[in-house]
């Protein structure tokens, strides 16, 4: 396919990088004229082709659909509801994309019709006079955070820094450069001047880095804020009189550099809720709590779905605050090694209808990587094109939405949306408890011999599950084989040790010495498959990531073989008659919720210190 663009010349750059991605040439053939006006979409007609944009991000969505129907005439316009439609990478958990592979995401979302996107990183960026703030975690520089901006920049992508600037700081607080500036392990320290005095750096030096004058500060989750050396200092303060005084030394630094901040809205929700719940339908902000969120801030309500259709409501006590509000969904990646699609596509028809109901006109779709960033990033292709779909069109059906997704990224809906085999069969089961799901990363880390998580096995099997998972991967091929292939081994890993832990505690109880043999045969397998999962990750991990942070994943991996091998000879020393029983089998199998925000720790055996 061949275009010949009549275009802004500011459009060119961004133009020639999709070619490859996109699938034309320049050059010429079909003429392309582009009209920046009040509507989105293209017509084509004979020879001639006609983009209408009214931001520049969205030329590249149309051009997007061009080469998609240009096929035969056509005449296709959007709904602009979202004047902005963003995504949250998270570079925080281990994980430190590198700029190489940022730039590749900015392609996808060019193609999407993203406007933004946030970089979440809560210490890995480089502070010139805080030497152990991201220290050996893989944190940009300037001139790697310029060049993100710049590459994004060609789009019309606005690139946001994220950071946090009270709670989720566990990673610097753990260094005796950061004693002065900490309350709790995970807090900063109100009523600090030094604390500001580093906010301030922080601020300034990543706000610097980026074209935009937004900044999103974080603040959420801080839940044992003035708990540690806060209390020590000034005795018991009602946290919402250290959230707002906290809150307007820190509204002074961003004025002070002319940046408008977003922020997490839990926090005050949650003040205002007995029970410090987010969610409560009953909880109301009263004068008092609304009148002290600052003007200038605006909010961000973040739901991912464990109170599902909750987004009318909270939208609704939002938008009565007065500020500007921002919704923000999930893309359940950081439940394991792959997301959790179905959720994602149960919940998001929902919650954006609510956005338009409640006239909410920025909405985010946010890619966190909790507990070491197990997941890779562009399997979340699937759910990022799903919520820009339908963002664009809210009747879009589901044939609309596949032939979207295979067309703007080369991808196999199948293929992606099968990816989520990993946490559950979603075609034979029901899931009254919004927990059940989340099975996949359990069964995947728990121990061989200690199987927390067996009586879920014992009640659904589930190897045959992840055999014909594994059957169904083997399928797919094309652009993302790489990752198809991740999922097939990760799928066969999980077949063989499903069936050991389906049988191996009843083999014993049932004195199967046979059985019993047999299991231990599996066992060398399981070792074998769990190297080649090891080994097709570190390839994603490495072709994606920065270097530092893998080192959890090989102890991980290096932890499990080992645990095949005890396995292996405590059975074969049971059954030759050295060892008179095997106590870990005997304990009984008592159950275990598989929650969907468990970490390894919690995982793998009760006796991991977390």
Known sequence: MVFSFHTDPDLMPGIGRLQQLLGFEIGEGITV??????????????????????????????????????????????????????????????????????????????VLGYSMAMLYTEDTVQLENRPYFGYMRGRYTAEELRAIDDYAFAY??????????????????????????????????????????????????????????????????????????????????????????????????????????????????????????????????????????????????????????????????????????????????????????????ETTRFSLNACRSNGVREAMLTLWFNDNAECDLFANLFSLSYFAELAFDPEASEEKLRARFEASTGGSYGGFLAMSNYHNDFLQREYPNFHDRFLGKHLFWQDVMEGLYDTHLFAYPMSGHYAASAAEMKVYSGRWSELYDFAYKVFDYLAIKCLIAENLVPAYQAGNRERLAELAGLLALLKEKTSAVHLAHKALWNDRNKVLGWANMDVRYGGMAARCDTARERIEAYLEGSLSRLEELEEPRLHKIARGFNNYSQIVTVNLKI
């Open 156 to 345: 019309g992508i606005e690139i946001i820094p994220c950071l946090e600037c009270y709670g989720h700081m566990h990673k610097y607080l753990i260094w005796p450069e950061a004693a002065e500036i900490k309350d709790t392990d995970g807090v900063l320290l109100a009523r600090e001047e030094k604390t500001f005095a580093f906010l301030e750096e922080l601020i300034s030096a990543v706000s610097s880095c980026f074209r935009s004058r937004r900044i999103h500060i974080g603040m959420d989750e801080a839940w044992d804020m003035g708990r540690g050396k806060f209390l020590d200092r000034h005795g018991y303060v009602p946290p919402f009189e250290i959230f707002n005084e906290y809150m307007e030394r820190l509204i002074g630094i961003t004025n002070k550099y002319g940046l408008t901040p977003m922020m997490w809205s839990d926090m005050y929700f949650r003040i205002a809720d007995e029970n410090n719940k987010y969610y409560s339908e009953t909880v109301e902000l009263s004068p008092e709590v609304a009148a002290k969120i600052p003007e200038e801030v605006e909010l961000v309500f973040w739901h991912y779905g464990e109170k599902p259709y909750c987004d009318d409501y909270m939208l609704k006590k939002h938008m009565a605050l007065g500020r500007k509000v921002i919704y923000a969904g999930g893309s359940w990646s950081w439940i394991g090694h792959f997301p959790e699609h179905h959720y994602t596509m």
């Open 33 to 110: 004229t582009a009209v920046k006006g009040d509507r989105t979409g293209v017509t084509l007609k004979g020879d001639q082709a006609v983009i209408y944009y009214p931001r520049k991000h969205l030329f590249f969505r149309e051009l997007g659909l061009l080469v998609q129907h240009a096929r035969k005439d056509f005449a296709l316009f959007e709904d602009d509801h979202f004047e902005g439609l963003s995504v949250m990478l998270d570079a925080s958990r281990c994980a430190v994309p590198t700029v190489e592979t940022v730039n590749r995401m900015v392609d996808y979302l060019a």
